[in-house]
């Protein structure tokens, strides 16, 4: 059972327009979400959280949305540009970590010049 | 500061071979974690360790199995490949025992099992 959907596993956004990535979750004890990026031959890189008390957290061009009445968060990347092409993945815990990060399956995002 | 370190970064292993991945982590840092990433079921939590103690596993079979040692750097086993575990395994470390913003992953290993 996947408790962290990326139904997307891929988008394409031009270059300068918003790129809006999705994340579901079935956990109700999830407490606080975080997504990373990931390019080919790399580690993911952690990018920006938010915690279950807040509904949004914001940090330059990225800002990540939470509805936590519909299981559902989302990351907001404004302007897009081209090396925000890679594979980003939605994950949450709960309870301080102590389960690992539960990662969704990612969604490739492809920057169109 | 380094950052994390894996090694081996590539591997081939034949079927009922076991395989020893080795993690360093960020100077400072307690914890490491181990995950799996295959193309299919995403990144899956393995193990967590915190002072040389493991904290919790995933849902993994037994064959999978870690250790840290006194200077935080932690090493994954892997008895009796298997196909299937053909995939990019990488590890975070972080200052304390929670997962949070500060977790940092190394560049993984690549472990092909033929």
């Known amino acids: 059972d996947q408790q962290v959907k990326q139904n997307s596993p891929s988008l394409s956004v031009q270059e300068g327009r918003i790129s809006i990535l999705n994340c579901d979750y079935t956990?109700?004890?999830?407490?606080?979400f975080l997504w990373y990026k990931k390019y080919p031959a790399e580690g993911p890189t952690f990018l920006i959280s938010i915690s279950s008390i807040k509904d949004k957290n914001e940090d330059g061009r990225f800002t990540v949305f939470l509805n936590k009445s519909a299981k559902h968060l989302s990351l907001h990347i404004v302007p897009s540009q081209p090396g925000d092409s890679a594979v980003y993945f939605c994950?949450?815990?709960?309870?301080?970590?102590?389960?690992?990060?539960?990662f969704g399956k990612g969604t490739h995002l492809i920057i169109q010049p | 500061k380094a950052g994390v370190t894996q090694t081996p970064r590539y591997l081939i292993k034949t079927r009922g071979q076991q395989v020893t991945l080795s993690c360093s982590p960020i100077s400072g840092h307690r914890s490491v974690s181990w995950y799996q990433q295959t193309p299919g079921q995403g990144l899956q939590f393995l193990f967590e360790?915190?002072?040389?103690?493991?904290?919790n596993k995933g849902n993994f079979p037994g064959r999978f199995s870690g250790r840290q040692f006194s200077n935080s750097r932690s090493e994954m086993n892997v008895s009796t490949l298997e196909l299937g575990d053909s995939a990019l395994y990488l590890c975070a470390s972080s200052h304390g025992r929670q997962v949070n913003t500060e977790a940092f992953f190394g560049q993984g290993t690549r472990l092909t099992v033929v």
């Open positions: 994950a949450a815990y709960s309870g301080g970590g102590a389960d690992g990060l539960t």
């Open positions: 956990n109700s004890m999830f407490d606080y």
């Open positions: 360790y915190f002072s040389e103690t493991q904290r």
